[in-house]
T-cell receptor, first 114, second 115 residues
Framework: GNSVTQMEGPVTLSEEAFLTINCTYT??????LFWYVQYPGEGLQLLLK?????DKGSNKGFEATYRKETTSFHLEKGSVQVSDSAVYFC?????????????FGKGTKLSVIP | DAGVIQSPRHEVTEMGQEVTLRCKPI?????LFWYRQTMMRGLELLIY????????DSGMPEDRFSAKMPNASFSTLKIQPSEPRDSAVYFC?????????????FGQGTRLTVV
């Protein structure tokens, strides 16, 4: 079956530090990959996505590249801000293999301190 | 569109009581998902519907849980009887079938506490 493994937090960084959150996946087909973000007390929001190998998703300064050879989709940001404090989820869906739901990693809590 | 709307936002109930969570998906979306979020298990898919028909309910923990989607704009998740271990945040999400890479849009969740 499909699964997602991401680094467990919590992660605490100072403002303007570089961020990497690792994510690897297992899928039977050729999945689409996503990063979702959850701010305190809210639902999940899509941060970025990539649908095929070597695609780079980007949004709000965050980036992730779909690496089929290493089955990875690591999230990076060059300079984090306090407002980036949230929980980040890596996820996949594989509609082409008939899997319509999102499979999530366990989430990584990021705290950015001034 | 107002997005996915869930109600109530918070629910506190006593063990043994029936709890009903409600969801209104985004208009035009034909997939609807119910997820449960806990610290221990993260985000778990409970059930999902396509065009109001349940497709996969293998994530429903036990017979105390049931879900319905009587029409395209409304779904319920019912727990009867509720137990303290059901305490969690329950999310509803919807997406569009036609876009094979479509994102799912989440509601703000219902925080359920069973005492």
């Amino acid at each position: 079956g499909n699964s997602v493994t991401q680094m467990e937090g919590p992660v605490t960084l100072s403002e303007e530090a570089f961020l990497t959150i690792n994510c690897t996946y297992t899928a039977t087909g050729y999945p689409s990959l996503f990063w979702y973000v959850q701010y305190p007390g809210e639902g999940l929001q899509l941060l970025l996505k990539a649908t095929k190998a070597d695609d780079k998703g980007s949004n709000k300064g965050f980036e992730a590249t779909y690496r089929k050879e290493t089955t990875s989709f690591h999230l990076e940001k060059g300079s984090v801000q306090v407002s980036d404090s949230a929980v980040y989820f890596c996820a996949l869906s594989d509609r082409r293999a008939g899997s319509y739901q999102l499979t999530f990693g366990k989430g990584t809590k990021l705290s950015v301190i001034p | 569109d107002a997005g996915v709307i869930q109600s109530p936002r918070h629910e506190v109930t006593e063990m043994g009581q029936e709890v009903t969570l409600r969801c209104k998906p985004i208009s035009g979306h034909d997939y609807l998902f119910w997820y449960r979020q806990t610290m221990m298990r993260g985000l778990e898919l409970l059930i999902y519907f396509n065009n109001n028909v349940p497709i996969d309910d293998s994530g429903m923990p036990e017979d105390r849980f049931s879900a319905k989607m009587p029409n395209a704009s409304f779904s319920t998740l019912k727990i009867q009887p509720s137990e303290p271990r059901d305490s969690a945040v329950y999310f509803c999400a919807s997406s569009l079938a036609g876009d094979r890479d479509a994102e799912a849009f989440f509601g703000q969740g219902t925080r359920l506490t069973v005492v």
